[in-house]
């Protein structure tokens, strides 16, 4: 029973922030390598960060780099993901997904998924 629990979403002002947390069930995440995804109304799901298993190695989307930032707690198998100085444009839900698999983020097709939490980033 592998499961992906999203938290951290709501609504927020411009400028501020949110941590987002992504806790895995039924395997060790440090195993896969995770993904954070979001889709927006209008928009198609778009890649914002990942981090590969094994050496740990991190990505960012340039519409995120600088203001999001991703972590693990490996006591708690959650992944984090940080985000400062939102603005409007990132209000989507946001996904996160895993895959067993050592390889560069980016490239890697995710397998399991949490049920999404929500963003709104609103004046």
């Known amino acids: 029973q592998l499961q992906l629990v999203e938290s951290g979403g709501g609504l927020v002002q411009p400028g501020g922030s949110l941590r987002l947390s992504c806790t895995a069930s039924?395997?060790?995440?440090?195993?896969?390598?995770i993904g954070w995804f979001r889709q927006a109304p209008g928009k198609e799901r778009e890649g914002v960060s990942c981090r590969s298993s094994r050496d740990g190695s991190t990505y960012y989307a340039d519409s995120v780099k600088g203001r999001f930032t991703i972590s693990r707690d490996n006591a708690k198998n959650t992944v984090y993901l940080q985000m400062d100085s939102l603005k409007p444009e990132d209000t989507a839900v946001y996904y996160c997904?895993?895959?067993?698999?050592?390889?560069?983020?980016?490239?890697?097709?995710?397998?399991?998924w949490g049920q999404g939490t929500q963003v709104t980033v609103s004046s």
């Open positions: 997904g895993a895959v067993r698999m050592f390889k560069l983020c980016v490239l890697l097709k995710y397998d399991y």
């Open positions: 039924g395997f060790t995440l440090d195993d896969y390598a």
